[in-house]
C-alpha cells in the first residue's frame, strides 16, 4: 500500500507540474500577443481601421502632405515641407519641425517658418541645416519670391538655448542667393541648398541644384566668409550632359580607413559622395569619388557617372533625400521621402500624403 501510495503521488505530482507548466506557457503566449501587439506611437502612427496604408512606425505628421534634419543639444529634429492646407502639393508650404529622443517617438511642434516675406512669399521648400563652429544651427532654404523665382535664404534660431527651437527668425536680407542676368541661373530650375562645408582657405562652400535649358545638371557652387554674404564660384562643383534637373543634391564625406561617420567638412583619408534627385526619373542616385578641395571639384571614381546609370539609394519609392551627421552617436543618419502611388482624390479623401524614411550608416 505504501509504495502505491508514493507511486499515486508521484504521478499527481507530475500531473501539477504539468498543469503549471501549460498555465505558465498560456500567460507568455498572451504577454507575447499583447507585446507584439503593440505599435509605438509615433507622431503620425496611429493606427486607424479606415486607414490601412497609414505606417505604425515610419514618421508621418498627423495629417496632409508633407515632403533638414539635424542633432541638437542631443535632440533629433526633423524639418519637412508641410501642407497645413491639405492632403496635396500647394505653393503655400511651410517648414514642418518635430523633435524625438531616439529617432522613433516624435513630438509635433510648431512650425519652423512659413511664407513672410518678399523671398519667399510663395513658398518656403526644401534646405538644409548646417550646424556653425559656434554651436548654432542655421537654416538654408529655397523661397519661391514675388516674382515665382527660386531664390535661397536663411533663417536662425531666436533663442539657440531652447533644445527644441521652437522659433526662427528670418534675415532682413533674404535673398542670399538669386538668379540674375548676370550668372544666367534659370529662376524655375534653383533650388535646394545642401548642408554647408569650410573649405580649405576657411571659407564656407554650399551648392545648390540647377539646369541649364539643354538639360546639363549642375551643383552650383557657393563660398562664404560669414555664412551670409554668398559668391557664385565661377565653376559648378561638378556637372553632367543630359541628365536634367538635379533636386535635393547632397555632398558629404566618408572614411575610408574606419566605420564611423564623419562631420561634412572633414578632409584627409576620406572619399566623397555626391547624391541627387533626378526630376526626369523621380529616384536619387549617388557617385563616390575624390574632392579637390583646392580647386573646388568632384570628380567620380572610375565607373560612375552621375546620370540614371549611377546607383540608387533605394529601388522603391524614396526621393528627395537628406543626410546628416549625428555628433552623439558618430554616424551620417539619411532621410527619405516616400510618396504616394496613389491618385490625389484618394490622398484627400484620408486626408493625408507621404512618410519619410531612415537610413542609418553605420
Not at 527668425?169 to 542667393?177: D, G, Q, V
Not at 580607413?257 to 534627385?277: D, I, N, P, R
Not at 537628406?322 to 490625389?344: H, M, Q, T
Request: a neutral charge; proline letters at 7%.
Amino acid at each position: 500500500p505504501d509504495q502505491t501510495t508514493r507511486k499515486r503521488e508521484k504521478r499527481e505530482e507530475r500531473e501539477r507540474k504539468t498543469r503549471n507548466r501549460r498555465t505558465m506557457g498560456k500567460t507568455l503566449l498572451l504577454l507575447s500577443l499583447l507585446l507584439c501587439s503593440f505599435i509605438i506611437d509615433l507622431e503620425a502612427s496611429r493606427q486607424d481601421l479606415n486607414q490601412p496604408y497609414r505606417t505604425g512606425y515610419h514618421f508621418q505628421p498627423p495629417s496632409n502632405w508633407m515632403n533638414g534634419p539635424m542633432v541638437y543639444k542631443g535632440i533629433y529634429h526633423l524639418f519637412y515641407q508641410y501642407n497645413p492646407y491639405g492632403a496635396v502639393w500647394d505653393v503655400r508650404i511651410v517648414w514642418g519641425h518635430s523633435t524625438s529622443l531616439d529617432l522613433v517617438n516624435w513630438t509635433p511642434q510648431p512650425p519652423a517658418f512659413s511664407p513672410s516675406q518678399p523671398s519667399d512669399i510663395n513658398g518656403c521648400w526644401s534646405g538644409s541645416v548646417t550646424i556653425l563652429p559656434n554651436g548654432t544651427p542655421v537654416i538654408l532654404y529655397t523661397g519661391i519670391d514675388q516674382n515665382k523665382s527660386q531664390v535661397q535664404n536663411v533663417a536662425v534660431p531666436v533663442n539657440i538655448s531652447d533644445p527644441y527651437l521652437r522659433e526662427w527668425s528670418k534675415s532682413p536680407a533674404n535673398p542670399l542667393m538669386a538668379p540674375n542676368a548676370v550668372n544666367g541661373i534659370n529662376p524655375d530650375r534653383f533650388r535646394d541648398p545642401t548642408t554647408a562645408w569650410i573649405g580649405h582657405d576657411g571659407e564656407w562652400r554650399v551648392i545648390v541644384g540647377s539646369s541649364t535649358d539643354d538639360r546639363r545638371g549642375l551643383a552650383v557652387l557657393y563660398k562664404s566668409r560669414d555664412f551670409f554674404n554668398w559668391t557664385q564660384a565661377t565653376k559648378p562643383l561638378h556637372h553632367e550632359e543630359l541628365t536634367g534637373m538635379w533636386e535635393c543634391p547632397d555632398f558629404f564625406p566618408v572614411s575610408i580607413t574606419g566605420t564611423e561617420g564623419l562631420e561634412t567638412s572633414s578632409s584627409g583619408e576620406v572619399k566623397h559622395v555626391l547624391k541627387m534627385s533626378l526630376i526626369e526619373t523621380l529616384h536619387d542616385y549617388y557617385t563616390i569619388g575624390c574632392y579637390d578641395r583646392e580647386k573646388d571639384v568632384y570628380v567620380p571614381d572610375h565607373g560612375f557617372v552621375q546620370d540614371g546609370s549611377a546607383p540608387r539609394l533605394d529601388y522603391g519609392k524614396f526621393y528627395a533625400s537628406k543626410a546628416f551627421y549625428d555628433d552623439v552617436k558618430k554616424r551620417r543618419i539619411l532621410w527619405g521621402w516616400v510618396n504616394e502611388s496613389s491618385p490625389a482624390k484618394d490622398d484627400i479623401e484620408k486626408g493625408w500624403s507621404g512618410l519619410q524614411v531612415t537610413f542609418i550608416f553605420p
